[in-house]
């Protein structure tokens, strides 16, 4: 696809962009389709939209005249500049609306809070010795997908099946160039695997094995069924029940994928049915997936929506998101309503799939009832979902003005909490963990390695911990960085301690002219969060609350994150062979010794003589070897 880039209003430094002149850069406007991108008071993009005329659809942002809507509205004040990408045709600009939408996730677009990709079910038979594998993306490398499946465990336990039942590879061996390097592995002992890898079965065999697991992954059961049941009971009459039962629970697994959905309808078509349930801020959207006739499965998926937007227009932006995403579209589409670009979305998913694609509103018969149980669905799940939201709620921004209340302090969103780790003195570590309304923002983390403290000093290592962190981040300030990683100040910072660590935390803020109010999470003798220690004295909370209960989990994570860096460090301190402090040893000497003895030990009680044999080593390097192990002086040799 060809896009042309023939204006953007693009300002690199914030003095620049600043200057943006709105009436003169409107007057620049074409005519054209494309894409335009509206900024915000950080340069950061707010909203992303097409038009068939950038000249007129963009000017309609900024005519007070015209009713907007809330969520516009608000939009607007907020604009400090725009650049836009024209298109060859309306198509194009759809194609790379889906993509900017994705990529930068802006603030006004109405968005999917979640983004699911589907497993699939990948059969290798561009290989000469094919595999079946479980597979997130659908790929043009001569492979057989299938699916998509709305469940990640059938996927596996299908694969698993298949590969038990026509002893399909399961190592990732190039073959036959690889064959005969190796031993078999596992699965062939236990006879699941016939060792291609080996050559003990032919390319042609082993094919047939593989077109029987096509032949299934197609829908057809009843072979291996009446082949597994008659098995089971030769098995049974020559007494050998251990094996019966083996072959029972396998034709019972096959039964369960076969059975696994209704048949909706006798057409064999691939459909996806999908319904929108919106109440006043929120939205569900709720897919069937009909794969072959059968609909074998479904899921939901939630919106980000304004007030004033119409169900038709959140549908039409689901689709956008949702297929520009998904690697597979069906023949066929089933909606609830009727859309204003149904001949371009259709233009466009048939472009992405190769084939044509087709998007109806079925107005009667068993169609029609797919979609208002599609419907149902997604009403059940946004009522269902209201009580629960409603519970996060409390446990996030309703303990968050708990602990602010406790406090006495205003506006409070964002939290940094801080904690040191060392152990047995080896090298103390830092950690920063971020929460906002109440959620842990792992994004913001950070974790610091304490350089200038020498020996387990809890006070000094957090003092040089806050210095560095809140001095970076006023160095970015400066230079005006408004997306570095230290430039957003916390409303609260935490301290893992009481009056001690408080004080450290207080003389860094008051050396570096900083006013942000800081606090301790106190624990007892047994080492559980007690309450908080804020100017001079401990608070005593609620511990029932939901606001004692974010406190201990913001403790909590503040650890884990500090021990998980320090035991990441004393991992890497202690990959170390005794072999490095042998004088002459380098690391192919180091490496030969091992290939050659394969342990410590047998190096250890090797003689001179065995040493020299190593390839490498010469009679001087299997002396130091030797001299090493047995306490020898050099001049000894």
Partial sequence: MNFRKLKSV???KKEQWKMFDLEEELKKLPAKPGVYIMHGPRDEIIYVGKAVSLKNRVRQYFQSSRNKGVKIERMVTKITRFEYIVTD???????????????????YNTMLKDDKSYPFIKVTVGEEYPRVLFSRRMQKDKSRYYGPYPSAGAVKDTIELIRRLYRIRTCNRSLPRDQGKDRPCLYYHIGQCPAPC?????????RKHIDEAVSFLNGNYREIVKELKQKMQQAS??????????YRDLMNSVQRVGERQKITGSDGEDKDVIAIAVDEYDAVAQVFFVRGGKLIGRDHFYLRVAREDTPAQILASFLKQFYSGTPFIPRELMLQYDLEEKELLEEWMTKIRGRKVHIRVPQKGSKEKLVELALQNARMVLEQDRERLKREE?????????????LGLSGLERIEAFDISNTSGFESVGSMVVYEKGKPKRSDYRKFRIQLVKGPNDYASMEEVLTRRFTRGLEEKEAEKELGSFVRFPDLIMMDGGRGQVNIACEVMEKLGLDIPVCGMVKDD???TRGLYYQNEEIPIDHSSQGFQLITRIQDEAHR????????????????????DISGIGPARRKALMKYFQ???????????????????NASSASSVYNFFHGEDEGDC
Wanted: net charge negative; proline share 2%.
């Fill in 599 to 617: 342990s410590i030990e047998r190096i250890r009680s090797a003689s001179r003589e065995e040493l020299g044999q190593v390839p490498s080593m």
């Fill in 561 to 580: 994150f500090a021990i998980e860096y320090h035991r990441l460090l004393r991992s890497k301190g202690q990959v170390h062979s005794v072999l490095d």
């Fill in 10 to 12: 693009n300002f690199r």
């Fill in 526 to 528: 047994r080492h559980r």
């Fill in 237 to 246: 009459e020559e007494l050998r029940f251990e094996e019966a039962m083996e």
């Fill in 198 to 206: 080996q050559g003990y079965i032919s390319r042609e065999e082993y």
């Fill in 89 to 107: 045709s309306e198509l194009e600009a759809l194609v790379l609306e889906c993509n900017l939408i994705k990529e930068h996730r802006p603030k």
């Fill in 394 to 406: 409390g446990r996030t921004i309703g303990a968050l003005k708990e602990v602010a209340g406790w």
